[in-house]
């Protein structure tokens, strides 16, 4: 059992926007900053979409967007894309230097 | 530009080992830890540990503690991850990716392992 609880799924239309939550039960989780977030489109490698919350790599669409609140980090996608379709994956890094993945989200866009 | 190459697909036998490898290029290969993580097959994401190239120091999941090995040649900018006493479940895409403060900025292609009799 993961550490950080995702909802197995999500969907949304084009142009819609959809949210994908990340919960965590440690305290490392509520304290600190660094949550990250990665898509996995069937068949390719992850791609780090957030990282330290809220933070966009260069390349990545501001559609995309993090936040947290207390225990739980979001992803948020706006003006959802048919390329978008893909698993999401939270990640945090932890005080003994190791890290947890959540269970993964699937996104449809219908 | 940053770039990691994996060793090619692997078919191991149940109690065997397996060897991946993963050459960076495009950075300073010792400056950047570097994570392995795996997929099995219908599961999510996995992180096994990751190894620090400069020093060889190591830091292993719990889960993997006793069967994993990471260890690195820094001579040719590689890192390898060797699992033992392979079990079914073992079965995966097994990534490497580049650590970057907390979290992975650049990952591998994934190297399929599968472990069958």
């Known amino acids: 059992q993961s550490a950080l609880t995702q909802p197995p799924s999500v969907s949304g239309s084009p142009g819609q926007s959809v949210t994908i939550s990340c919960t965590g039960t440690s305290s490392d989780f509520s304290t600190y900053n660094r949550v990250s977030w990665y898509q996995l489109p069937p068949g390719t490698a992850p791609k780090l979409m957030i990282y330290e919350v809220s933070n966009r790599p260069s390349g990545v669409p501001d559609r995309f967007s993090g936040s947290k609140s207390g225990s739980t980090a979001s992803l948020t996608i706006s003006g959802l894309q048919a390329e978008d379709e893909a698993d999401y994956y939270c990640s945090s890094y932890t005080s003994s230097s190791t890290w947890v993945f959540g269970g993964g989200t699937k996104l449809t866009v219908l | 530009h940053v770039q990691l190459v994996q060793s090619g697909a692997e078919v191991k036998k149940p109690g065997a080992s397996v060897k991946v490898s993963c050459k960076a290029s495009g950075y300073t290969f010792t400056g950047y830890n570097m994570h392995w993580v795996r997929q099995a097959p219908g599961q999510g994401l996995e992180w096994m540990g990751w190894?620090?190239?400069?020093?060889?120091?190591?830091n292993y999941a719990q889960k993997f503690q006793g069967r994993v090995t990471m260890t690195r040649d820094t001579s040719i900018s590689t890192a390898y991850m060797e699992l033992s006493r392979l079990r079914s479940d073992d079965t995966a895409v097994y990534y490497c990716?580049?650590?970057?403060?907390?979290?992975?900025?650049?990952w591998g292609k994934g190297t399929t392992v599968t472990v069958s009799s």
């Open positions: 190894i620090n190239p400069n020093t060889g120091g190591t």
């Open positions: 990716a580049r650590r970057l403060t907390y979290h992975m900025d650049v």
